[in-house]
Nanobody
Framework: QIQLAESGGGLVQVGDSLTLSCSTP????????MGWFRRAPGKEREYVAL????????YYSDSVKGRFAISRDNAKNTMNLQMNGLKHEDTAVYYC???????????????????WGKGTLVTVSS
């Protein structure tokens, strides 16, 4: 079981920026595909962004493309999600996830992840 810890959530205004971070003590971090997912109130958990093991391939959901940026630092065992132009509908608990592979088939994004953090709450107020 890989421990993942999210940080950086909080209360922001519409249009603001926020950076989420995910850290892990896992010694094989560079071998893990990583991703961010979120669960909005009353909704199912959904995919936000994925990043390959090296960090040179990224994927974004249509709802965040152009506003969010996922990145990782394998030397520091960390992954970030830079969120710009936040909207009210971005309000959610954001989860960091890791897994052996990236699945890009629509509706199946979570299948490549087998470890999850506890989540960090992002609230965007208008």
């Amino acid at each position: 079981q890989i421990q993942l810890a999210e940080s950086g959530g909080g209360l922001v205004q519409v249009g603001d920026s926020l950076t989420l971070s995910c850290s892990t003590p896992a010694s094989n971090f560079s071998m893990l595909s990583m991703g961010w997912f979120r669960r909005a109130p009353g909704k199912e958990r959904e995919y936000v962004a994925l990043i390959s093991r090296s960090g040179n391939i990224t994927y974004y959901s249509d709802s965040v493309k152009g506003r969010f940026a996922i990145s990782r630092d394998n030397a520091k065992n960390t992954m970030n999600l830079q969120m710009n132009g936040l909207k009210h509908e971005d309000t959610a608990v954001y989860y960091c996830a890791s897994g052996p592979r990236i699945v890009t088939m629509s509706g199946h994004y979570q299948e490549g992840m087998d470890n999850w953090g506890k989540g960090t709450l992002v609230t965007v107020s208008s």
